[in-house]
């Protein structure tokens, strides 16, 4: 059973930081590409980053490009999003997920990822 557990979360002012982990179970977890998504309220889910499987690739929203940087631990099985200057456009819940094809690279569209950690919460404050 594949397992994704996110934390890291918080509240926060705008301007500040924050890291977003992601620790994966049940699967060969170097095998596989990362994605970060996250939903606003009455939103739809949307494309934060991702990372390849060896993590020499990487994507990002055009919205936090620069702002935020994903990065993976293979030997930890775990993924991050460090996240700076936070706006608080950037409040929502923010998902990490599993990329269905071994080997791959990333994709922007949530169906190509097939197992979803629960979310943690991130509100930025003005």
């Known amino acids: 059973q594949v397992q994704l557990v996110e934390s890291g979360g918080g509240l926060v002012q705008a301007g500040d930081s924050l890291r977003l982990s992601c620790a994966v179970s049940?699967?060969?977890?170097?095998?596989?590409?990362m994605g970060w998504f996250r939903q606003a309220p009455g939103q739809e889910r949307e494309f934060v980053a991702a990372?390849?499987?060896?993590?020499?690739?990487?994507h990002y929203a055009d919205s936090v490009k620069g702002r935020f940087t994903i990065s993976r631990v293979n030997a930890k099985n775990t993924v991050y999003l460090q996240m700076n200057s936070l706006k608080p456009e950037d409040t929502a819940v923010y998902y990490c997920?599993?990329?269905?094809?071994?080997?791959?690279?990333?994709?922007?569209?949530?169906?190509?990822?097939?197992?979803w950690g629960q979310g943690t919460q991130v509100t930025v404050s003005s």
């Open positions: 049940g699967r060969t977890f170097s095998r596989y590409a």
């Open positions: 997920a599993v990329h269905k094809i071994d080997l791959g690279l990333g994709s922007t569209l949530p169906s190509m990822y097939d197992y």
């Open positions: 990372i390849s499987w060896s993590g020499d690739v990487t």
